[in-house]
């Protein structure tokens, strides 16, 4: 039985659970948990295994990670929920609704894609290693941050946004940060795609270089139910960088008349 992970949450109503990227910790969603608290509805945003209080699983791999999310929604008794997943956290929720279908109602998928190509591929390499050159150079998450993050927003990025998004990368443990890393290029759920039979949101940002629109956009063309929405002159961190914006779109989302359960 695994453990269920740390989350922050706020409101009643329908559960939103929302799972972070590999930078992020459930305070990279608290605008989104302030407003669907606001807009009746009880929002969730977890701690993946390994980040804030929740507990490091071994082997760190998508099956796990998604057997913990699923552990989370039972022990929160309110299936089925809205799964909302920002990149890897996207992936995420891509393995629990391959899984386990039946504890989601509705999903969100925020610049994610559908597979990270082949784990031993020159890209996936070249990736993982630039990203923790810094680390075995001796520097700390929190200067990786300071890199990392302003080459993730787009051109109208919000401030505050964007240094709490420094903050959250900045908290994240170098060892989890590597771990995670390494799952994140074993990814792929391309052949799932048309199974998913839930109403799906798909969210791209403009100027997202790490999921580009484009890859989005054929994604919704695959999943059945779905919609897809782009966000001008944003970058990767979409719900930090244009809170607003975004959480009206995911607000609309929420309202339309709810599905049919089979």
């Given amino acids: ?106 999903l969100v998928l925020c610049a994610t894609s559908p597979a990270f190509g082949k784990p031993d591929g020159d890209w996936q390499q070249a990736f993982v290693a630039e990203r923790t050159a810094p680390l075995d150079a001796g520097q700390t998450m929190a200067q990786l941050a300071e890199t990392l993050v302003p080459r993730m927003i787009g051109g109208g990025a919000l401030p505050e946004g964007v240094r709490l998004a420094t903050h959250c990368m900045g908290l994240v443990p170098a060892a989890t940060y590597r771990r995670a890393l390494e799952c994140l290029v074993t990814f792929d759920r391309r052949a799932n795609l048309p199974n998913i039979a839930v109403p799906t949101l798909l969210i791209a940002g403009e100027q997202d270089r790490n999921a580009p629109p484009a890859v989005m956009k054929k994604m919704a063309e695959v999943i059945p139910h779905s919609t897809f929405l782009e966000m001008k002159g944003v970058g990767h961190l979409q719900n930090l960088e244009a809170p607003d914006d975004f959480d009206g779109l995911l607000l609309n989302f929420l309202a339309l008349p709810a599905p049919l359960l089979h």
């Fill in 1 to 106: 039985m695994s453990l269920v992970p740390a989350f922050a949450t706020l409101g009643g109503g329908h559960t939103v659970l929302m799972l972070h990227g590999i930078g992020g910790g459930h305070l990279a969603f608290a605008p989104q948990v302030e407003t669907l608290a606001n807009a009746g509805y009880r929002a969730v945003a977890w701690d993946m295994p390994g980040y804030g209080h929740s507990a490091p699983i071994e082997p760190y791999t998508f099956k796990g990670l998604a057997q913990s999310c699923i552990t989370l929604i039972e022990a929160l008794k309110c299936e089925p929920v809205t799964l909302l997943g920002h990149s890897m956290g996207g992936m995420v929720a891509q393995e629990v609704v391959a899984r386990r279908p039946d504890l989601v109602r509705r």
